[in-house]
């Protein structure tokens, strides 16, 4: 188990080289000068020299590269254009932010999908399953913006049960993360309904079914255990994606996270800023799958025996 | 059992195949009705500038935001546009999009799994090695980032949609590949000397087709839902085009009071993909009947 994990953690390094490489391109093929942005229009000739040397922008690409490699692993992360600030004061906040939204996004989506695809597995083919696949098919096919647009204005404009934009009480997180639920959860339903299924043709549930014991007990404690393990794998890299998708959602709802500073920071073109988020939430990826994998390899003996 | 029917379908003439695989595509209703909303859907988007009620450029102040009436069935925007022909180009800039970008995903990562399950070996192991490194990137922010290098617009946009298309069709074409060449017919054209060029393209190749197909309609979906959202975050097709994921945007200003600006747009992504979806897997089981 031990050399597994570390092998996870050896594959992940590539993917760390491919995100600091992507986040430096974006840097460096910013049209906006890094001098003239953080000097100032008036900065005399020696200043804006100064700065460039700070900067190593004398330097050639791969040394620059290296440089910015080397001030990321020491959590320096540069100075925002626009704000003059460091962008580690306003990225802390920020995923503070983000950290809260996801957390209630993951509660909603495995309560969502969850049930969902168990009533589903259960009561296969019956109407109750056909409504359960047609939500799920909605949930995947409609735009995650879009849901969440008509629930602000039926819950908040029209009901006015709840804030329609920004980031004020307990209250502000349910739309937005309501949303991420519906839409991510649609794929947990999907998959706990398909891996419940392969589970409840199998003999023992037969066998459990034929000595006697309860629906609810063959269902819950045999068919729900064994299929668990896609299950999980699935919320797993779901979490993967929904830092993806917290993107557009905290766009639409001005929620203060790392996501829409990040297209503000596209948008005016504040590289700095494109560079830490791109960093931050790529690499909150890549740990979660490790994460995912690790409890695969637990849950399934075969992955962490099975492979060389 | 359900094998030994697979095998005699195998040796079936190739008609007879192609019409059991129809009549199994047809059984289900709802795939007859979708393929039939995309088959109108294409004609919409390829004949929008001769059917649109109006220019959807034509913008007229003094009848702006008007609701749903007679003479705009889905009434105007902020700028008079009517929404109906703004809908209707809309189509047709979602389905360019969504096309150029499965196309260069069949292109380019087609090649790409044609070759590295041929040959294998270390060019294989490195493509796939750069694959994964792609896919482990959530697309969103993978779009975005290659957006905020090439700058925003319509073609970008489509570039950077399609980066994250081609590793499917790499990994798919791929493992086809792998499966097929150790075939006996392989084996053969090898034997009579046939060039390696003709043994992938001729013999491997078309046994990639139906799960490329399978595979085409939902990355199809897919694509016009990236689209949608980079054009909402005003990443992707600038104004003035009339773009779904953009008419959804700027709708979010007059929620409340024109609700139907953001609605109308996102319904009709909502029908395209869900049509899509449910085409795509309409084929996977009529292609595939064992699951």
């Known amino acids: 188990m031990i050399v597994y994990a570390i092998r996870r953690i050896n594959q992940a390094i590539p993917v760390l080289f491919a995100i600091t490489l992507l986040a430096f391109l974006a840097f460096y093929f910013n049209p906006a000068d890094p001098v003239v942005m953080l000097a100032g229009e008036q900065a005399t000739p020696e200043m804006q020299q100064r700065i460039r040397q700070n900067l190593g922008l004398d330097q050639p690409v791969h040394v620059q590269y290296l440089m910015f490699v080397g001030r990321v692993l020491r959590g320096d992360l540069g100075t925002s254009y626009r704000s003059r600030q460091p962008v580690s004061s306003h990225m802390l906040p920020a995923f503070r932010a983000t950290l809260l939204f996801i957390s209630v996004s993951i509660l909603f989506m495995v309560l969502i999908g969850l049930p969902a695809g168990i009533l589903s597995a259960t009561h296969p083919h019956s109407p109750l399953d056909n409504v359960v696949m047609a939500g799920v098919l909605l949930g995947l096919s409609a735009p995650i913006f879009w849901i969440v647009i008509i629930l602000i204005y039926i819950f908040a404009l029209r009901l006015g049960l709840f804030p329609s934009t920004g980031f004020y009480s307990w209250k502000s997180v349910i739309l937005p993360a309501l949303t991420m639920g519906m839409h991510y959860g649609a794929i947990i339903a999907r998959v706990t309904r398909t891996s419940m299924l392969d589970v409840l043709n199998d003999d023992y549930i037969r066998t459990a079914h034929a000595k006697g014991l309860a629906r609810r007990n063959v269902f819950y404690r045999h068919a729900l255990k064994n299929a668990a393990i896609p299950i999980v794998t699935t919320i797993g890299l779901q979490i993967g994606s929904m830092l993806g998708g917290t993107i557009l959602i905290e766009t639409v709802f001005a929620w203060p996270g790392v996501g829409r500073m990040l297209v503000k920071a596209i948008v005016e073109r504040d590289a700095p800023i494109v560079q830490g988020g791109v960093v931050l939430i790529a690499s909150a990826v890549v740990v979660l799958n490790i994460v995912t994998d690790w409890l695969y390899a637990y849950l399934n003996p075969k992955v962490r025996l099975g492979s060389r | ?291």
Request: aromatic share 6%.
């Open chain 2, 1 to 291: 059992m359900a094998d030994q029917e697979l095998m005699q379908e195998e040796l079936l003439p190739h008609k007879v195949r192609v019409r059991r695989f129809v009549r199994r595509l047809f059984r289900n209703k709802l795939v007859a009705v979708s393929l039939v909303i995309l088959v109108v859907l294409v004609l919409t988007a390829v004949l929008a500038p001769w059917i649109t009620p109006e220019d959807p450029y034509r913008s007229n102040l003094a009848r702006r935001l008007q609701p749903p009436s007679g003479t705009h069935i889905l009434g105007t925007d902020q700028q008079g546009r009517d929404m109906v022909s703004r809908v209707i180009m809309g189509s047709r800039i979602a389905l360019y999009v969504g096309f150029v970008a499965v196309g260069i995903g069949i292109i380019v990562g087609g090649f790409l799994g044609l070759i590295t399950g041929y040959f294998g070996g270390a060019l294989d192991s490195v493509l796939m090695r750069i694959i994964d490194v792609i896919m482990a990137f959530p697309w969103l922010l993978l779009v975005i980032t290659v957006v905020s290098i090439l700058g925003p617009g319509i073609t970008n946009a489509m570039l950077a949609i399609s980066l994250t298309i081609v590793p499917q069709y790499a990994r798919l074409i791929r493992s086809v590949v792998v499966s097929v060449k150790e075939q006996d017919f392989v084996q053969g054209a090898e034997a009579l000397g046939a060039s390696h060029l003709r043994i992938m393209f001729l013999h491997v190749a078309p046994h990639c087709f139906a799960q490329l197909i399978v595979l085409s309609t939902i990355t199809l979906g897919k694509a016009i839902l990236a689209e949608a959202g980079l054009s909402f975050l005003g990443l992707g097709v600038q104004p003035p085009m009339p773009s779904w994921g953009s008419m959804i945007s700027v709708g979010q200003d007059y929620l409340l009071t024109h609700p139907h600006l953001s609605i109308v747009p996102g319904l009709a992504v909502m029908l395209v993909v869900v049509s899509l979806n449910i085409v795509g897997d309409g084929l996977r089981d009529a292609i595939d009947p064992k699951l």
